[in-house]
Nanobody
Framework: QVQLVESGGGLVQAGDSLRLSCAASQLTFDKATLGWFRQAPGKERDFVAGIRWAGGIRLYGDSVKGRFTISRDSAKNTLYLQMNSLKPEDTATYYC????????????????????WGQGTQVTVSS
């Protein structure tokens, strides 16, 4: 059973940084497209960042480009999201997600392309 467990969320002030982690188990990590999404109360789940396993291409949502960085450590089966210059509008529950290993995902920003999800970690940015 694939499990994704996020950690690293918290309450910070605007301008601060946080690093989220997502530990994966029972997953062929190097062959899976990995992503971060976020969801604020009453809103849809939005794409934040993703890494395609084929080619290692990294994609970012427009609102986080230049501030957030997605990375992975295959030796630790862990996905990261480094978040800098945080803004109050970044406040949301952040979820990591993984696609089916071996499947090439071109629409990395599409929630429907992901088969496995973590439970989420809350990030709150105060002004």
């Amino acid at each position: 059973q694939v499990q994704l467990v996020e950690s690293g969320g918290g309450l910070v002030q605007a301008g601060d940084s946080l690093r989220l982690s997502c530990a994966a188990s029972q997953l062929t990590f190097d062959k899976a497209t990995l992503g971060w999404f976020r969801q604020a109360p009453g809103k849809e789940r939005d794409f934040v960042a993703g890494i395609r396993w084929a080619g290692g291409i990294r994609l970012y949502g427009d609102s986080v480009k230049g501030r957030f960085t997605i990375s992975r450590d295959s030796a630790k089966n862990t996905l990261y999201l480094q978040m800098n210059s945080l803004k109050p509008e970044d406040t949301a529950t952040y979820y990591c997600a993984a696609g089916q290993p071996g499947i090439v995902v071109l629409t990395t920003w599409d929630v429907l392309e992901y088969d496995y999800w973590g439970q989420g970690t809350q990030v709150t940015v105060s002004s």
